[in-house]
């Protein structure tokens, strides 16, 4: 319908959809005006948002009125800035969560002023949902899009749309398995041919403990759509290009592509002294794994006992370099949907952490043996969804935040200040550490 992505959509481009083209409401399309009576626009607006998620997606464009029922024309006359006395797209971004159920994923909507006035333009794009079918608490229905309007499903098709999400599960559970990604109770959590492959020099078979392992994985919503195609040279060629550059020390690579292979499936970068793996593959997957970059051990030197210990401020910049990349990435690939981010974690039972910002140090700790552990978990993994495009510096710092915490209470630790400095990362700290 727009061939931009819908945050660069603009004033012009409505103008070419609705005067040029001439564009009117279809199976992926509806359009909204001024609301006249605040019940009917809400419960409008609930059946559209949920019939295009039930169905195949679409956009609502709102200030868009129909001025000619026969022929169908329609003309830009926006809407008042606010809705019920409140910001427009709080009122609507409220109505629609508070009313459907399982709540409605879609993108952040794009505001556009109408010149000369004080009205604005709404724009939603609502992608089909891999958790319907989405119910309206209203009246208690479902919705599909039916040609040019929302219609109430029958019996079957509420069915088959149950039966869609199931077999989507399914399959991202299975994904999961065949990774070794899905149990983290399962001895093989996080072993691949490839992870298996990882080497280490800190913990060689004169260290008697497990090898521990770090798998950052972004697995993207529709698993069975080849979205890019990552053995292609130019794929590579990006790649080599945009493998550094990323905050919070852009200097150094977040990417190491020293070394290929290439399979059916997608490509694997290792790093010179394969330490670490970056494997990409052709549904918009890719996975980072790493050892002695985050881990490492050595003798404490009072009691003269081995420590293993887990960088927790290196953990925290490293997560911030890869969620700057991901976003890159996935904009090259043109992919905007949603993302799931698993942390796993294997062999980290009797971790330390380590790496703390200088602010704190180790004032609450005289040495390692007063250092909280890990002593509940040997495998633990760590989830998050977002949308690529939503990120930004702010929210991938608060994302990395929100993930740091989980990990320092997975090593007994319930302090997030332990590499943040008024929610910025320690780089004095994460400089000290080794890089990829």
Not at 196 to 224: C, D, H, M, R
Not at 236 to 265: A, C, F, H, M
Request: with cysteine.
């Amino acid at each position: 319908m727009f061939n931009k992505k819908l945050q660069d959509l603009t004033y012009q481009d409505l103008e070419d959809l609705i005067y040029i083209q001439q564009v009117g409401e279809g199976y992926n399309l509806d359009f909204k005006g001024e609301p006249k009576n605040i019940d009917d626009f809400s419960n409008k607006l609930l059946k559209i948002f949920s019939s295009f998620a039930n169905t195949n997606g679409g956009y609502i464009i709102i200030g868009v009125e129909e001025i000619d029922k026969q022929q169908k024309g329609f003309e830009i006359r926006g809407i008042n800035p606010a809705i019920n006395n409140k910001n427009a797209v709080e009122w609507i971004n409220q109505t629609i969560n508070g009313n459907l159920e399982p709540k409605v994923f879609y993108y952040d909507p794009k505001v556009i002023e109408i010149p000369n006035t004080d009205k604005i333009a709404v724009i939603y794009q609502i992608p089909e949902s891999s958790k319907k079918p989405h119910f309206n608490n209203r009246d208690c229905k479902y919705y599909i899009r039916q040609n040019d309007s929302s219609e109430a499903a029958k019996h079957h098709t509420i069915r088959d749309m149950f039966e869609f999400s199931r077999h989507r599960t399914e399959e991202l559970s299975n994904f999961l398995i065949k990774r070794n990604l899905f149990n983290e109770n399962d001895e093989d959590f996080g072993l691949t041919n490839i992870s298996k492959q990882i080497k280490t020099e800190e913990f060689t078979a004169e260290i008697a403990v497990p090898q521990p392992l770090f798998l950052a994985s972004f697995i993207p919503k529709y698993l069975n759509q080849d979205v890019s195609k990552v053995q292609k040279r130019d794929f590579v060629n990006w790649l080599e290009q945009n493998s550094r550059g990323y905050p919070p020390l852009p200097n150094y690579p977040v990417i190491s592509t020293t070394k290929k292979e290439y399979s059916l499936d997608g490509v694997t970068f290792r790093s010179y002294n394969q330490s670490s793996y970056f494997d990409f593959l052709n549904n918009g997957f890719f996975e980072v794994g790493l050892c002695d970059s985050l881990f490492w051990n050595f003798e404490e030197e009072w009691e003269k006992q081995q420590v293993y210990c887990l960088h927790v401020t290196f953990t925290a910049g490293y997560i911030i370099s890869l969620l700057h990349f991901m976003k890159k990435f996935y904009e090259y690939i043109n992919y905007d949907d949603e993302v799931m981010l698993q942390l796993s974690f294997r062999n980290v039972l009797n971790f330390h952490i380590e790496g703390f910002n200088q602010t704190k140090g180790r004032r609450e700790w005289r040495n390692y043996r007063d250092i909280p552990k890990n002593k509940n978990h040997n495998h633990f993994k760590i989830l998050h969804y977002f949308t690529p495009s939503s990120l930004n510096d702010d929210s991938i710092s608060l994302i990395t935040q929100e993930l740091c915490e989980k990990i320092l209470l997975g090593f007994g630790i319930n302090d997030s200040t332990a590499c943040f400095i008024e929610n910025n990362i320690d780089v004095n700290t994460y400089s000290h550490k080794r890089h990829i």
